[in-house]
């Protein structure tokens, strides 16, 4: 049978980067001792009180179809908070509903680029985006994210990969699987670059509630110059626990809105009206889930930090937000991805392949912070013994 061509470039960029989460499960399922430190699954269940709101609505016959943008009283809510965090109007006409992060990002790179287009992204990235990228059938640029530099993307390191066809620059700060924030400078000179060379941004903000102490957040919604061409995507999955809900949105300039709702209801034929009442009612204040992620996560990178860093070569980063940090575990003569089976296979401890966030991680492997303390601790120990045997493995293979 003949089938379209997106199957194709996507058949290698779904599900298959997962390989190492869904064998961990499988073996949790069959009874193995499993530390699953793989997705970036939240660590507490969503908020009771959001719950009871969307089963209430749901049993007052809040079940209804809606409409392409979104229920009124969620619009209102993201439009008082986005005016609030760009200290300029967000009205609701900029403003569409989406089943999270990932869906809002995929209409928007769809309604954006086409095959022959370019669009520039920092490498490693969130693992989804190179199927997102590449469903339009546009094409991946990755900008080199380095170690040494806090693994920040610059305007500078953007400029040298633009090209006639640039039409899109994919931003995520702060960073999945890096952790790295980017300062209101550097997004500032994006911008910039933006309008210089006639390009959108498109910015994935989805971990902007998980911010260590003392680091600031910066959006490109917050600068007035190329208002027009920033599109703003996130969701409650992180900030309020709340993944499985698939509640996010899309902002971006009125004209942009307009045209991207037609692909909206295409897609969608509207959200779910219970979902849109939980989602306002958790916008109205700060997420105190969110709040008590944040203090948790910061402890336990920085807790890998002093137990792993430079123990047996291992190299552990400190992200500056969100729930990961990242091992360099060069040392043990292992690609990521090969030391992450071992790591899975010997000792029970599930951590994601570098591989999976693009080439400039072969030799990484990310860590989730999201599993609690005893566990997290025990964690630890199994990586660092394990990397002492890869070590001294190692060794006697080079001599
Ligand atoms: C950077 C990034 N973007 C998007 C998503 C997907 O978010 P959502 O659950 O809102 O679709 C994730 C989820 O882990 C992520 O890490």
Request: glycine fraction near 8%; aromatic fraction near 8%.
């Amino acid at each position: 049978m003949r089938y379209a061509s997106i199957t194709k470039r996507l058949a290698e960029l779904g599900g298959e980067k997962w390989r190492l989460y869904s064998q961990a499960r499988q073996m949790a399922e069959d009874g193995h001792d499993i530390i699953e430190m793989t997705i970036g699954e939240p660590d507490v269940p969503t908020p009771p009180e959001l719950v009871s709101v969307a089963s209430e609505a749901m049993a007052h016959g809040r079940t209804k179809y809606s409409n392409g943008n979104g229920e009124p009283e969620v619009l209102r809510a993201l439009s008082n908070r986005y005016t609030k965090s760009a200290g300029r109007n967000i009205s609701v006409d900029q403003i569409l509903c989406f089943p999270g992060t990932q869906t809002a990002l995929y209409a928007t790179l769809m309604a954006l680029t086409e095959t022959g287009d370019e669009v520039l992204v920092g490498d490693p990235m969130y693992a989804t985006y190179a199927g997102l990228i590449s469903a339009s059938g546009a094409s991946m640029i990755p900008v080199p994210l380095l170690p040494d530099n806090g693994f920040q993307i610059t305007a500078e390191d953007i400029a040298k990969k633009l090209t006639p066809q640039s039409r899109v620059i994919l931003l995520n700060s702060p960073h999945n699987p890096t952790g790295a924030v980017l300062s209101n400078k550097q997004v500032k000179e994006i911008v910039e670059l933006a309008v210089e060379h006639d390009l959108w941004i498109v910015s994935d903000e989805v971990y902007d509630e998980m911010l260590f102490e003392g680091v600031d957040f910066a959006s490109p919604l917050g600068f007035l110059k190329g208002a027009d061409r920033i599109v703003v995507v996130s969701s409650i999955s992180k900030s309020h626990a709340a993944p499985g809900f698939r509640s996010g949105w899309s902002i971006g300039s009125k004209e942009f809105t307009k045209r991207l709702l037609p692909l909206a209801e295409t897609m969608l034929f509207g959200n779910q009206p219970f979902i849109a009442d939980m989602t306002a009612i958790a916008l109205m204040k700060p997420s105190k889930v969110a709040a008590d992620m944040r203090q948790r996560f910061e402890m336990r990178a920085k807790l890998i930090y002093a137990r792993l860093n430079g123990f047996a070569g291992l190299k552990v980063s400190q992200p500056e937000a969100g729930m990961f940090v990242l091992i360099d575990v060069s040392s043990t003569g292992l690609s990521g991805e090969a030391y992450a089976f071992d790591l899975l296979l010997k000792t029970g401890v599930a951590v994601m392949p570098g591989s999976a966030f693009g080439v400039a991680l072969d030799n990484w492997v990310r860590v989730a912070l999201s599993v609690e303390d005893s566990l997290f601790d025990t964690a630890c120990q199994r990586i660092l013994d394990h990397a002492l045997i890869c070590g001294q493995a190692s060794l006697k293979t080079k001599g």
